[in-house]
Structure formats: C-alpha cells, structure tokens
C-alpha cells in the first residue's frame, strides 16, 4: 500500500459525511463515529500533541449541522456543547489504568426536535 492511501481514504469519507449531513432531514440529526469529531475531545491526560490526531479529528466544521455527536476511540469520557453539537463519549477504558471510574452503565442522551 502506499502513503497516500489513507489520506485519499479519509478524504473521501470526510466527503461522504459532509455530504450526508448536507442532506435536509426532518428531525434530530445524531452522528456516531469512531474517531472524536473534534481536538476539544483530547485526552486531557495527554493534551495536545503529534499524536493526538490519532484520536481525534478536526471536523468542527461539520458539528454545527449535527444536534448530538457521539464517539469513541478515546478512553476518557466526554460531554460538551461545541459549535451548538452535543459531543458525547462514554468508554469503557481499561481497568489497568483505572479509566473505567468514569464510565456510566445506564447513561443515555436524549435527543430532541
């Protein structure tokens, strides 16, 4: 494989989702996603750093045409109002590293219109 193919990858899936969010939708619109949509959900543990863009993506641009956005990859819970989305994560994390304190068994977001 060569290098570029990833970024090609990624590229076009960003286009998808911005496309499909462009699509007028009579409701709430919910985004679940691998990646965090945005830097703001970096590991606090770790900051912001080379790395971080492993985690994290920097589609903000995207967040206003979204009401909840939910994600994951990160082992560090999240619950913040961004460019008017709810960005939402609640992981699991590994015990070893006592990241599963802040996990919450029953929690739900409710969505409204």
Known sequence: MK???????????????TQALSEPFAGPTVVITHFAPSLKSADPRYGLTPG???FCNALDHLLPKA???????????HDYVHEGCRVVANPLGYARKNEQLAFETRKTWRVGT
């Open 3 to 17: 290098p570029w193919y990833p970024r090609k990858d990624r590229s076009r899936n960003n286009s998808r989702l």
């Open 52 to 54: 971080t863009a492993g």
């Open 67 to 77: 009401n909840v956005w939910m994600h994951g990859h990160l082992h560090c819970a």
